[in-house]
């Protein structure tokens, strides 16, 4: 509903223009969300202390968090150029009014307009990608969603430390302003090119595939209305285990940079190539995540990728010692994180179809802010204590209870 018709003969060719656009979308909301560049100039050039130097992103994560309910009910209504299209605008106009920090020099006004405002385009454009890409591939929904999805951890890889080159020659607020504009450039070529597919849509078969799109029981047939899907208590521990796990990736999204500056004594330069090897696995690590999935099981490449999460944050004080160590510890936090945005809206969809998906998905999604206020309190640790140790810890505990829940959710998702 309210995308165009594609000829009959030209959907099968052209359906990885869609992947393209979700890639496009997800790019810029990974632009948006990486903010560690900004957190040590912050605190350096403009006296803030690191939790207010933070509370941008966690602002807008939750503002993110809580507009893709009413985003992801809009896509499935209006279909999701419209709404990727606003979430375009939005973009502009929120760089835009956060580039006048010069004039209103407060973090207060950081979180208005680039927590709030670019929280509500990230939340309108990103919840348009997982429920497209999943019903243009129903034969590969693992690899296809993830795939769409893979800007998002492949943008810090170029702009983190493009980021710092940028606040050296033009500083923070002429930083936003330029970045605005790509965002609003890329953004809405996205959107142009993501559309829902005709209605009654199955892909091509392939002679003689045995390949599975999902390895639980539930099939895009079962569309749960997100009133029922409400009532579930998959919702529930779908919902606590992505705060739980998404806490521990927005904690080192915030942190890694810092503790490289801080901790190890490292350049600034040197310090963002953290962030860019955790964004470089979260954005390759997804269409791999997605693949795996495909065909050893959702739940399973979950609940692995995760205990290696936990283990990494309980012991990364003590072991990321040395600028090498830095380096690996980052790679293996950012498969961590490629997973949970990976998988999430797979097994959604897997258990509760494909109709509702936006708004489904989107309801989970909200879990997203409760899970920054993880990274919050890890900056706010870091104030109190002076130090990372407590931070990377809790980071790892949450993701212990992320993963319990899902051990505790992997048989109901088989057997409902």
Same mark, same amino acid.
Request: charged share 10%; hydrophobic share 50%.
């Given at each position: 509903?309210?995308?165009?018709?594609?000829?009959?003969?030209q959907i099968?060719?052209?359906?990885?223009?869609?992947?393209?656009?979700?890639?496009?979308?997800?790019?810029?909301?990974?632009?948006s969300?990486?903010w560690?560049?900004?957190?040590?100039?912050?605190i350096?050039?403009?006296?803030?202390?690191?939790?207010?130097?933070?509370?941008?992103?966690?602002?807008?994560i939750?503002?993110?968090?809580?507009?893709m309910i009413p985003?992801?009910?809009?896509?499935?209504?209006?279909g999701?150029?419209?709404?990727?299209?606003?979430?375009?605008?939005?973009?502009?106009?929120?760089?835009?009014?956060?580039?006048l920090?010069?004039?209103f020099?407060?973090?207060?006004?950081?979180?208005?307009?680039?927590?709030?405002?670019?929280?509500?385009a990230?939340g309108?454009?990103?919840a348009?990608?997982?429920p497209?890409a999943?019903?243009?591939?129903?034969?590969?929904p693992?690899?296809?969603?993830?795939t769409?999805?893979?800007g998002?951890?492949?943008?810090?890889?170029?702009f983190a430390?493009?980021?710092?080159?940028?606040i050296?020659?033009?500083?923070?607020?002429?930083?936003l302003?330029?970045?605005?504009?790509?965002?609003?450039?890329?953004?809405?070529?996205?959107?142009?090119?993501?559309r829902?597919?005709p209605?009654n849509w199955?892909?091509p078969?392939?002679?003689?595939?045995?390949h599975?799109?999902?390895?639980l029981?539930h099939?895009?047939?079962?569309?749960?209305?997100?009133?029922?899907?409400?009532?579930?208590?998959?919702?529930?521990?779908?919902?606590?285990?992505l705060?739980?796990?998404?806490?521990?990736?927005?904690?080192?999204?915030?942190?890694?940079?810092?503790?490289?500056?801080?901790?190890?004594?490292?350049s600034?330069t040197?310090?963002?190539?953290?962030i860019?090897?955790?964004?470089m696995?979260n954005?390759?690590?997804?269409?791999?995540?997605?693949?795996?999935?495909?065909?050893?099981?959702?739940?399973l490449?979950?609940?692995?990728?995760?205990?290696i999460?936990?283990a990494?944050?309980?012991?990364?004080?003590?072991?990321?010692?040395?600028? $090498?160590l830095?380096?690996?510890?980052s790679?293996l936090?950012?498969?961590?994180?490629?997973?949970?945005?990976?998988?999430?809206?797979?097994?959604v969809a897997?258990?509760?179809?494909?109709?509702?998906?936006?708004?489904n998905y989107?309801?989970?999604?909200?879990?997203?802010?409760?899970?920054?206020?993880?990274?919050?309190v890890g900056?706010?640790?870091l104030?109190?204590?002076?130090?990372?140790?407590?931070?990377?810890? $809790?980071?790892g505990?949450?993701?212990?209870?992320g993963?319990?829940i899902?051990?505790?959710?992997?048989?109901?998702?088989?057997?409902?």
């Open positions: 509903m309210g995308d165009i018709k594609i000829e009959n003969g099968g060719k052209r359906r990885w223009t869609i992947l393209l656009g979700g890639f496009f979308l997800s790019l810029v909301g990974g632009m969300y990486a560690g560049s900004f957190v040590v100039p912050l350096n050039n403009w006296g803030w202390t690191a939790a207010e130097a933070t509370l941008p992103l966690t602002v807008l939750v503002v993110f968090a809580i507009t985003a992801g009910w809009l896509q499935d209504r209006i999701p150029r419209k709404v990727a299209a606003a979430g375009s605008v939005l973009f502009l106009v929120g760089y835009s009014l956060a580039a920090l010069r004039f020099p407060s973090y207060t006004w950081l979180v208005l307009t680039y927590g709030g405002v670019v929280g509500i990230c309108l454009t990103y348009c990608i997982a497209t999943r019903k243009w591939y129903a034969d590969r693992g690899f296809a969603v993830s769409a999805v893979m998002f951890g492949l943008a810090a890889v170029v430390p493009l980021k710092k080159l940028m050296n020659a033009w500083g923070v607020d002429g930083t302003f330029l970045l605005g504009i790509f965002v609003f450039v890329v953004s809405v070529t996205g959107s142009w090119l993501i829902n597919p209605q199955s892909p078969q392939k002679t003689g595939s045995s599975k799109a999902s390895t029981k099939t895009s047939s079962n569309d749960i209305p997100p009133g029922k899907f409400l009532q579930t208590s998959v919702f529930y521990g779908l919902w606590l285990a705060a739980a796990v998404i806490g521990g990736g927005l904690t080192a999204i915030g942190l890694l940079t810092p503790f490289g500056e801080l901790q190890l004594k490292l600034p040197e310090a963002a190539l953290a860019s090897f955790f964004s696995a954005g390759i690590g997804r269409p791999l995540a997605g693949w795996l999935a495909d065909r050893v099981g959702t739940i490449v979950m609940l692995i990728v995760y205990t999460q936990a990494v944050f309980l012991v990364m004080p003590w072991v990321a010692t040395s600028y $090498l830095l380096l690996v510890c790679l936090l950012g498969i961590g994180y490629a997973v949970t945005f990976a998988l999430f809206p797979v097994v897997s258990g509760f179809g494909t109709k509702y998906l936006g708004i989107g309801l989970v999604f909200s879990a997203f802010g409760l899970g920054s206020i993880t990274g919050f900056s706010k640790l104030d109190i204590t002076g130090s990372f140790t407590p931070a990377f810890p $809790l980071a505990l949450t993701t212990l209870i993963f319990f899902l051990i505790v959710l992997r048989k109901k998702l088989q057997t409902n």
